[in-house]
């Protein structure tokens, strides 16, 4: 079966840190592209960062560069995103998924990822 199990997630004050990882099982790793999405209440849901291991290819939401650091583990079929200087406004339910790397197009619609994490939650206060 597939699994994405999104671990990290907590409260922390603005200016803080958290780091998010997600473990996959079940469908070849290095053969997709894996995203961290989040999505806030009353809004849709949004690209975060997003990873093609094999291919080298990061991408980074406006939002979060300089900020947040996704990494991924071929060996352990893990992907990481490192949060860091933590916003009020990264506050959300974080979801890590999974799509196949032969898509063409950006990697940010979710739409195009197929395999979804359970979600965890990220709350920045002031």
């Known amino acids: 079966d597939v699994q994405l199990q999104a671990s990290g997630g907590g409260s922390v004050q603005a200016g803080g840190s958290l780091t998010l990882s997600c473990a996959t099982s079940?469908?070849?790793?290095?053969?997709?592209?894996v995203g961290w999405f989040r999505q806030a209440p009353g809004k849709e849901r949004e690209a975060v960062s997003c990873?093609?291991?094999?291919?080298?290819?990061?991408y980074d939401a406006d939002s979060v560069k300089g900020r947040f650091t996704i990494s991924s583990d071929l060996a352990k079929n893990t992907v990481s995103l490192q949060m860091n200087s933590l916003k009020l406004e990264d506050t959300a339910v974080y979801y890590c998924?999974?799509?196949?790397?032969?898509?063409?197009?950006?990697?940010?619609?979710?739409?195009?990822?197929?395999?979804w994490g359970q979600g965890t939650l990220v709350t920045v206060s002031s």
């Open positions: 079940g469908f070849t790793f290095d053969a997709h592209d």
């Open positions: 990873i093609s291991s094999s291919a080298g290819t990061i």
């Open positions: 998924a999974a799509r196949p790397r032969w898509l063409v197009g950006g990697m940010t619609k979710p739409n195009d990822y197929h395999y």
